[in-house]
């Protein structure tokens, strides 16, 4: 008997001490998800670019520019003489207006502090607001991925909306960083 008890646990131990074998997963992603996101995306980014070029169309006496950035704007009022415009932790002083590209008011004259690339605020703006110096007013458009993308604002600008905004860059105070 105690022979068989050995015997027992020694076959134990031999046929327990195999190494782990790795498990195949039960499905395979083809990426046909993000395949799907691309697209949907190209769509969205091809009827954004018609909505805005309708805009422009719709207003031949404007000189619109397009960015390196990917938006365009017009000059409303342009200084001429070389002024500073705003660079990094500059604090400026700027009122806007958001309005949807069909011309719908979302925000009017709102009035902000900003302190240059420190803060938050929408991409599109942030770098539309380095190409203005003090009293210059611009219109800008962005398209929904320089504006609020797909979160939107979470108050009153939904998601994927291009915008055009009115801007007028009051003061900038200079900073020494």
């Not at 190209?42 to 938006?71: C, M, T, W």
């Not at 009122?95 to 302190?115: L, M, P, W």
């Amino acid at each position: 008997m105690k022979n068989l008890l050995i015997l027992f646990a020694i076959s134990l131990v031999c046929f327990n001490c195999k190494s782990p074998e790795a498990r195949l997963p039960e499905s395979v992603q083809s990426g046909s998800f993000l395949k799907a996101s691309a697209e949907r995306n190209k769509k969205l980014n091809e009827l954004e670019h018609k909505q805005i070029q309708d805009v422009i169309n719709s207003n031949p006496g404007r000189n619109y520019i397009a960015s390196k950035s990917g938006f365009w704007y017009s000059y409303n009022t342009q200084i001429e003489n070389e002024t500073a415009q705003p660079q990094f932790g500059d604090v400026v002083d700027f009122t806007f207006d958001v309005s949807t590209i069909e011309g719908d008011e979302i925000y009017a004259d709102t009035n902000k502090t900003y302190v240059m690339d420190k803060e938050e605020l929408f991409t599109g703006l942030r770098e539309g607001l380095k190409l203005l110096k003090p009293t210059e007013s611009a219109t800008f458009i962005f398209p929904s991925q320089k504006a609020f993308g797909y979160y939107g604002d979470e108050h009153k600008i939904g998601t994927n909306v291009p915008l055009i905004c009115e801007v007028t860059l009051n003061t900038i105070i200079k900073t020494n960083d």
